[in-house]
């Protein structure tokens, strides 16, 4: 493991007075940074400090001179500690200071060099290295940021950052012990910020480990987790970009785009990384981070506000939900020639794995009414022909002229090629830019971007398939450092430029599948000179342009081999429960199949009878049937689906409490499903709940009736309570045994919190042509248990469940069937 630093610095808050504040304004940010000596601090992090402290000093010099408003004071204490000894650790650290920070940048603020060494010398002369080598060490180390806050005001804004630069490993004990003995920061309302590096696990399961590890000793508003390219200039543009482009946003979808190019290209290998990416291939190492939350940034839908932070990350995890899982024939791989006898040179004691890919191309699918159909490529490797990283919006060419044709085909511009390229860095623009095609309007630049026309911006005349000069350009006006904008970022809280636990978790989930599966791996060599790499697509698939005539794939067995695909306890499971079709499985595979069920069902009465009807249960365990229906079956022809609700509580619809929120919120805000299409319980009415005299039970039923072909729906998903209710028809309940012309009921007979409920009876429910009931979790093992040794309907309304000429399917995860023991 890197040697265990930890640099602790006081940096000051933005706040500002307008005269010589006294001590009870004083702010302080104390900037604690874990593996200060390690490579990724020498070469960024450290230099971005310094760059951040200069800012804050060149403005309180600045206002000071002018005799205007001051920044409140500033006060710094850096503190260094690692495993090495006091002299070695001295020494490395100043070592780093003094040759690795630099001011031979020109300052964009004004700074002159000589003011910059002045604060670096300042810097270098107050850091205090101390070593850090046990547990004491941390009560030393706590006690001493601790006194720092002693002599602030309680109306003063306190902070800690703790920016973790050390092996993800190691995470979980460091924090431990700053939470166990630095716990007097709470006790004295410090606000903390804990920053980690990737990699966050190496697939969806390690990385909800590590996760509730974390937040075993941090709250989820302290922790940030880095991705560096959302500190890049370009990257933070992307947002502001199509707020202020409603020409070009009004554009972004499905209609218009031809497809969308997330490109990540490296002339490096790995001689600096051989035995982490060893372990990790360039899947874990760039798509599942860097190139998702590209592609997040330049689909999901903006918010109002592009200052609401929650509503920035909500947009972002809805996106998130929607995309597809990547399997393999999306994707193509490849690993360069010299892959393997690098890493036995470098690493001797480092076995090789022979399919790790340095090279992958994957299309990438959304299913949502906006991006159905575009293709999203996200294409990254090492060792490739140039260095350079964009996102490319391509335009279809899809307008047809019938008037005045030959002045359209006159006209310059018309022949453009449409696209709009987010240059991120190196290749052939020589700054960070935002190209816009010139048969779009004049673009408004985002801040820090001004339109160049600049010839020399470029290093050919021809960029991205086009002539440079058939380009608007927004041009970076200051590169702001990706580490320095982190840290700005940190010490002002925006949290929507980091990764939170549910975008982390979600992000797996698109890639999961993929990390697992052998693959097929393509050898090339160093830059690629023969262009073995180039592929076409083909739909969905991908596939390379020319075959491998020397033979050189790896090509592995077909098998997928999943880190879920261990030794376990297995039984065999009957092919029926209680007398009907029986279908298990763990509880994701168990939603995909009953998900991919209802698309078989819907496909046949659509074409049948031009519609399907379809009724959900309330309950959290639909919660995932829901996210695979928008997230996998988007396609489904949503135009002549009809939505019903099985139950709903007696609350408004934006109570969290509702079923029809969750609904909503899971699944039709993410389908095109027309808003006439969707039939919600009439709860409240009149300005009352559930009220018998307005008759919502009633109304509701009427709809059925006049909507539903012959009142028979074509499939009702119900769920099972741990007391054997279904719908909100519960034990010893007289809406049991409603007449069989009563479809809806209003009941009191819920549990206690929402008792007040609506819900489709028993004598609606048998007259589908499908039922599924769907059972998940352990905590339904004894009422599984129970009905099978039962007949009593009142006890057990679930056992009233019995269609007259349809079908009942039980769906039941291994938890619930057999404890957690897996079935054949």
Same mark, same amino acid.
């Given at each position: 493991?890197?040697?265990?630093?930890?640099?602790?610095?006081?940096?000051?808050?933005?706040?500002?007075?307008?005269?010589?504040?006294?001590?009870?304004?004083?702010?302080?940010?104390?900037?604690?940074?874990?593996?200060?000596?390690?490579?990724?601090?020498?070469?960024?992090?450290?230099?971005?400090?310094?760059?951040?402290?200069?800012?804050?000093?060149?403005?309180?010099?600045?206002?000071?001179?002018?005799?205007?408003?001051?920044?409140?004071?500033? =006060?710094?204490?850096?503190?260094?500690?690692?495993?090495?000894?006091?002299?070695?650790?001295?020494?490395?650290?100043?070592?780093?200071?003094?040759?690795?920070?630099?001011?031979?940048?020109?300052?964009?603020?004004?700074?002159?060099?000589?003011?910059?060494?002045?604060?670096?010398?300042?810097?270098?002369?107050?850091?205090?290295?101390?070593?850090?080598?046990?547990?004491?060490?941390?009560?030393?180390?706590?006690?001493? $940021?601790?006194?720092?806050?002693?002599?602030?005001?309680?109306?003063?804004?306190?902070?800690?950052?703790?920016?973790?630069?050390?092996?993800?490993?190691?995470?979980?004990?460091?924090?431990?012990?700053?939470?166990?003995?630095?716990?007097?920061?709470?006790?004295?309302?410090?606000?903390?910020?804990?920053?980690?590096?990737?990699?966050?696990?190496?697939?969806?399961?390690?990385?909800?480990?590590?996760?509730?590890?974390?937040?075993?000793?941090?709250?989820?508003?302290?922790?940030?987790?880095?991705?560096?390219?959302?500190?890049?200039?370009?990257?933070?543009?992307?947002?502001?970009?199509?707020?202020?482009?409603?020409?070009?946003?009004?554009?972004?979808?499905?209609?218009?785009?031809?497809?969308?190019?997330?490109?990540?290209?490296?002339?490096?290998?790995?001689?600096?990384?051989?035995?982490?990416?060893?372990?990790?291939?360039?899947?874990?190492?760039?798509?599942?981070?860097?190139?998702?939350?590209?592609?997040?940034?330049?689909?999901?839908?903006?918010?109002?506000?592009?200052?609401?932070?929650?509503?920035?990350?909500?947009?972002?995890?809805?996106?998130?939900?929607?995309?597809?899982?990547?399997?393999?024939?999306?994707?193509?791989?490849?690993?360069?020639?010299?892959?393997?006898?690098?890493?036995?040179?470098?690493?001797?004691?480092?076995?090789?794995?022979?399919?790790?890919?340095?090279?992958?191309?994957?299309?990438?699918?959304?299913?949502?009414?906006?991006?159905?159909?575009?293709?999203?490529?996200?294409?990254?490797?090492?060792?490739?022909?140039?260095?350079?990283?964009?996102?490319?919006?391509?335009?279809?060419?899809?307008?047809?002229?019938?008037?005045?044709?030959?002045?359209?085909?006159?006209?310059?511009?018309?022949?453009?090629?449409?696209?709009?390229?987010?240059?991120?860095?190196?290749?052939?623009?020589?700054?960070?830019?935002?190209?816009?095609?010139?048969?779009?309007?004049?673009?408004?630049?985002?801040?820090?971007?001004?339109?160049?026309?600049?010839?020399?911006?470029?290093?050919?005349?021809?960029?991205?398939?086009?002539?440079?000069?058939?380009?608007?350009?927004?041009?970076?006006?200051?590169?702001?450092?990706?580490?320095?904008?982190?840290?700005?970022?940190?010490?002002?809280?925006?949290?929507?430029?980091?990764?939170?636990?549910?975008?982390?978790?979600?992000?797996?989930?698109?890639?999961?599948?993929?990390?697992?599966?052998?693959?097929?791996?393509?050898?090339?060599?160093?830059?690629?000179?023969?262009?073995?790499?180039?592929?076409?697509?083909?739909?969905?698939?991908?596939?390379?342009?020319?075959?491998?005539?020397?033979?050189?794939?790896?090509?592995?067995?077909?098998?997928?081999?999943?880190?879920?695909?261990?030794?376990?306890?297995?039984?065999?499971?009957?092919?029926?429960?209680?007398?009907?079709?029986?279908?298990?499985?763990?509880?994701?595979?168990?939603?995909?199949?009953?998900?991919?069920?209802?698309?078989?069902?819907?496909?046949?009465?659509?074409?049948?009878?031009?519609?399907?009807?379809?009724?959900?249960?309330?309950?959290?365990?639909? =919660?995932?049937?829901?996210?695979?229906?928008?997230?996998?079956?988007?396609?489904?022809?949503?135009?002549?689906?009809?939505?019903?609700?099985?139950?709903?509580?007696?609350?408004?619809?934006?109570?969290?409490?509702?079923?029809?929120?969750?609904?909503?919120?899971?699944?039709?805000?993410?389908?095109?499903?027309?808003?006439?299409?969707?039939?919600?319980?009439?709860?409240?009415?009149?300005?009352?709940?559930?009220?018998?005299?307005?008759?919502?039970?009633?109304?509701?039923?009427?709809?059925?009736?006049?909507?539903?072909?012959?009142?028979?729906?074509?499939?009702?998903?119900?769920?099972?309570?741990?007391?054997?209710?279904?719908?909100?028809?519960?034990?010893?309940?007289?809406? $049991?045994?409603?007449?069989?012309?009563?479809?809806?009921? =209003?009941?009191?007979?819920?549990?206690?919190?929402?008792?007040?409920?609506?819900? $489709?009876?028993?004598?609606?429910?048998?007259?589908?042509?499908?039922?599924?009931?769907?059972?998940?979790?352990?905590?339904?093992?004894? $009422?599984?248990?129970?009905?099978?040794?039962?007949?009593?309907?009142?006890?057990?309304?679930?056992?009233?469940?019995?269609?007259?000429?349809?079908?009942?399917?039980?769906?039941?995860?291994?938890?619930?069937?057999?404890?957690?023991?897996?079935?054949?």
């Amino acid at each position: 493991m890197a040697f265990l630093t930890l640099a602790v610095c006081c940096l000051l808050s933005l706040s500002v007075v307008h005269s010589q504040p006294s001590e009870a304004e004083n702010d302080h940010t104390v900037f604690v940074l874990i593996g200060g000596t390690g490579d990724l601090a020498a070469k960024y992090l450290w230099q971005g400090v310094f760059n951040v402290y200069r800012s804050y000093m060149d403005r309180a010099q600045s206002s000071e001179s002018i005799g205007g408003p001051l920044i409140v004071n500033l =006060t710094f204490d850096f503190f260094t500690a690692a495993r090495q000894s006091q002299d070695l650790g001295n020494a490395t650290v100043k070592k780093i200071l003094s040759y690795n920070v630099t001011c031979d940048q020109e300052s964009e603020d004004g700074f002159s060099l000589s003011l910059c060494q002045k604060w670096k010398s300042e810097l270098i002369n107050k850091v205090v290295y101390t070593p850090l080598q046990n547990e004491e060490d941390f009560v030393s180390l706590c006690s001493q $940021i601790i006194s720092k806050f002693s002599l602030s005001a309680s109306q003063a804004k306190k902070e800690v950052l703790i920016y973790m630069a050390i092996a993800p490993s190691a995470y979980e004990s460091v924090l431990q012990n700053l939470n166990k003995h630095c716990h007097g920061l709470r006790e004295n309302k410090v606000k903390i910020k804990v920053a980690l590096e990737k990699p966050f696990g190496i697939d969806k399961a390690s990385a909800e480990t590590m996760s509730k590890q974390i937040l075993k000793y941090f709250r989820e508003d302290e922790i940030y987790r880095v991705d560096h390219f959302l500190g890049k200039p370009v990257v933070k543009a992307i947002l502001p970009f199509r707020a202020q482009n409603s020409e070009i946003e009004k554009i972004l979808d499905k209609d218009h785009v031809e497809k969308v190019e997330i490109f990540l290209k490296e002339t490096i290998g790995i001689e600096d990384r051989v035995h982490l990416y060893n372990s990790l291939g360039v899947l874990r190492d760039i798509h599942q981070n860097h190139l998702t939350q590209l592609l997040t940034l330049v689909a999901m839908d903006l918010p109002s506000d592009l200052r609401d932070t929650a509503k920035v990350q909500e947009n972002k995890e809805r996106l998130l939900r929607q995309v597809e899982t990547v399997r393999r024939h999306n994707s193509l791989f490849g690993q360069f020639s010299d892959y393997a006898d690098l890493v036995k040179k470098l690493e001797s004691n480092l076995s090789v794995s022979v399919d790790v890919p340095t090279f992958a191309a994957t299309v990438v699918k959304i299913n949502s009414p906006r991006w159905r159909s575009v293709p999203f490529l996200l294409v990254s490797g090492k060792s490739l022909d140039i260095r350079e990283s964009f996102v490319r919006i391509i335009f279809k060419n899809n307008y047809v002229c019938v008037s005045q044709c030959d002045d359209q085909t006159g006209n310059e511009q018309s022949s453009y090629f449409k696209q709009v390229v987010f240059h991120i860095g190196h290749g052939s623009v020589k700054r960070p830019s935002i190209l816009v095609s010139k048969s779009f309007r004049n673009p408004v630049c985002p801040d820090n971007f001004l339109e160049s026309i600049d010839p020399s911006l470029f290093t050919s005349v021809s960029v991205y398939g086009e002539k440079a000069s058939h380009f608007y350009v927004c041009s970076v006006v200051k590169d702001i450092p990706a580490y320095e904008s982190i840290i700005s970022n940190m010490l002002v809280g925006k949290q929507e430029n980091f990764v939170n636990t549910k975008i982390l978790l979600l992000s797996w989930q698109i890639w999961d599948y993929l990390v697992n599966a052998e693959k097929k791996v393509r050898i090339y060599d160093k830059s690629d000179p023969r262009g073995h790499l180039n592929f076409v697509i083909k739909e969905s698939q991908l596939e390379y342009v020319h075959d491998d005539d020397e033979g050189n794939v790896v090509i592995e067995d077909e098998k997928v081999v999943t880190h879920s695909e261990v030794m376990h306890e297995y039984v065999q499971t009957p092919a029926t429960f209680l007398g009907r079709k029986l279908k298990t499985s763990h509880s994701d595979h168990l939603a995909f199949l009953l998900a991919r069920d209802i698309d078989l069902a819907a496909g046949v009465e659509i074409q049948n009878k031009g519609s399907f009807h379809i009724a959900f249960s309330g309950g959290t365990s639909l =919660t995932k049937l829901f996210q695979v229906l928008a997230q996998s079956f988007a396609n489904l022809h949503w135009h002549s689906i009809h939505v019903w609700q099985v139950d709903e509580r007696c609350v408004h619809h934006q109570d969290e409490r509702s079923n029809f929120q969750m609904l909503d919120r899971e699944l039709l805000r993410f389908v095109d499903i027309p808003y006439s299409n969707i039939h919600a319980m009439p709860v409240y009415t009149g300005g009352m709940l559930c009220d018998d005299e307005l008759g919502g039970a009633h109304a509701y039923a009427d709809s059925l009736r006049h909507i539903v072909p012959n009142s028979q729906l074509d499939y009702v998903i119900l769920g099972l309570g741990a007391d054997g209710h279904t719908a909100s028809l519960f034990p010893f309940s007289s809406d $049991i045994h409603v007449d069989t012309n009563t479809f809806v009921v =209003t009941t009191d007979d819920g549990p206690a919190e929402t008792n007040r409920r609506m819900t $489709i009876t028993l004598p609606l429910i048998n007259k589908a042509k499908n039922v599924a009931i769907f059972v998940t979790g352990k905590h339904k093992r004894d $009422i599984v248990n129970q009905l099978e040794t039962s007949k009593s309907v009142d006890k057990y309304p679930v056992l009233g469940v019995n269609p007259i000429n349809g079908t009942v399917t039980w769906y039941m995860d291994y938890n619930a069937y057999t404890g957690g023991i897996h079935v054949l």
